[in-house]
């Protein structure tokens, strides 16, 4: 399996108020624990520990 770096979300803007719907409302903490919570879901999910080291890679870029 291979990271995908092109769009590949459906409906890209309401995957993102979603995103920002969960996290409406907690302080900084309870968001960091969720995002914290969906990136080892999502990890999981992908269970390629290649394609997880070159998506925590990209990730890391410019940081």
Same mark, same amino acid.
Do not use: T, W
């Given at each position: $399996?291979? *990271?995908? &770096? !092109?769009?590949?979300?459906? !409906?890209?803007? +309401?995957?993102? #108020?979603? *995103?920002?719907?969960?996290?409406?409302? %907690?302080?900084?903490?309870?968001?960091? /624990?969720?995002?914290?919570? %969906? =990136? %080892?879901? *999502?990890?999981? &999910?992908? +269970?390629? /520990? +290649?394609? =997880?080291?070159? #998506? $925590?890679?990209?990730? /890391? /870029? +410019?940081?």
């Amino acid at each position: $399996m291979k *990271l995908i &770096h !092109d769009s590949n979300i459906p !409906d890209p803007d +309401g995957f993102y #108020a979603s *995103l920002i719907d969960c996290l409406r409302d %907690l302080d900084d903490a309870q968001a960091e /624990r969720f995002q914290a919570k %969906l =990136l %080892l879901v *999502l990890a999981n &999910h992908v +269970g390629d /520990r +290649g394609v =997880l080291a070159e #998506a $925590m890679a990209v990730a /890391r /870029r +410019g940081l």
